[in-house]
């Protein structure tokens, strides 16, 4: 008689150990990340921001300025690509996505890097198919209230048509950095 109280103690053992491996997700840790809210979009406060150049040295030639940003606060998410406006005296235009790129997902922890490039045609000085641009604009995907401005040291800016205002210029989308 003392295996029947043995026999049912295993039983019980095996019952509960089958019940936790169980597909059904509404309990143990599903339930807590269920209410986990997903990452926030990254802030442009909390990015550190470094300027390279690869400059286009004459009208014609094309040149790139890659835009190197460092998370200074908690993780947060990129997803979608940079807006970026070149600003001249008088006229803004704003910079399209490079052809063919599709918008990535990028979380970055605290001390995370990425980087995104801007590709513009140099312009000829003077031109009615230029556009002097003295600054370049650019917000992250889901903080589009604050910019960041960058002094425009580049030349001129090819326009896709006289007087269009369009520039011969495009952005990548972000790239991961580092390790």
Not at 46 to 65: I, K
């Amino acid at each position: 008689m003392r295996t029947y109280p043995l026999a049912l103690a295993a039983a019980l053992a095996a019952t509960v150990l089958l019940t936790g491996c169980s597909d059904d997700k509404s309990g143990g840790d599903d339930v807590k990340n269920a209410d986990r809210k997903s990452d926030a979009a990254c802030a442009l406060g909390d990015m550190g921001v470094e300027v390279g150049a690869a400059t286009a040295p004459a009208a014609g030639d094309t040149g790139t300025v890659t835009v190197t940003l460092t998370n200074k606060g908690p993780q947060c998410a990129l997803k979608g690509f940079p807006g970026v406006d070149l600003l001249a005296d008088d006229k803004t235009t704003s910079v399209s996505p490079d052809e063919g790129a599709k918008a990535q997902s990028l979380t970055l922890g605290e001390g995370g890097t990425t980087s995104f490039t801007i590709t513009y045609v140099r312009g000829e000085a003077g031109s009615a198919e230029s556009l002097d641009v003295h600054k370049a604009s650019f917000t992250l995907p889901g903080d589009t209230k604050a910019a960041h401005d960058l002094t425009w040291s580049y030349g001129e800016v090819a326009l896709k048509a006289a007087g269009s205002g369009a520039a011969q210029a495009s952005v990548s989308g972000f790239e991961t950095s580092g390790d």
